[in-house]
């Protein structure tokens, strides 16, 4: 019996580790609000601050990931149609891996400004909020509702690959229903992009 149990354990630890970074339940609250990280601008901002009565948009992204730049435009325009609903956007690099590489801070701040962000573009130390959200990919969206529940996970619309081929816009769908105080049609939709390059 004992032999069993103990064959048993690293089943259990594998089956934990993996549990570890599942996506965020729908209903969830929005995890650590109050973990201060370096916006572009040089401020620190908790996703308390970034959150509106509205509501709150975090998305994971990067800076050079093939479909971060494919969807760049796509990004560009949905985080512009939350704030115009005044919800309130926050776009994370949890890249922790790339910090000496194209992810650092300056190239955030540098490709902040190209992109025209006019909104947080924040350094996730360690990959600590992309850890307790479940996030793995990028770009990743996450769109709170104004009491701080998770609506909708997922990607921005279902066709990262080609923008000329997009059928639905998962996220601005999600957003005017939200807006609108209906029920959100699609919750969940798989996410393409590259993985999250945290550290070993």
Known sequence: MKKILFAALPAAALMLAIGANDPLPIGSPIPSPDLKMKDVSGKEVS???????????????????????KNQSRTYEACKYAQGY??????????????????SYEDMKAYAKEQGYNWYYLVDNNSAIADAFGANR??????????GKL?????????????????????????????????IAVKTSRSVGCSIKRLQ
């Not at 990028?138 to 009491?147: A, K, N, R, S």
């Not at 921005?156 to 029920?183: F, M, Q, T, Y």
């Open 138 to 147: 990028t770009p990743e969206c996450f769109l709170f509702d104004g009491e």
């Open 86 to 103: 005044g919800i309130g956007v926050a776009i994370l690099n949890s890249n922790e891996a790339k910090r000496g590489d194209d992810d």
């Open 47 to 69: 996703l308390k601050d970034a959150k509106t009565d509205k509501g709150l948009l975090v998305m994971f992204s990067c800076n050079t990931c093939p479909y971060v730049v």
């Open 151 to 183: 609506v909708y996970h997922g990607a921005i619309d279902d066709n990262p690959s080609d923008a000329s081929a997009v059928s639905r816009k998962h996220l601005v769908a999600a957003l005017d229903e939200l807006k609108d105080g209906k029920e």
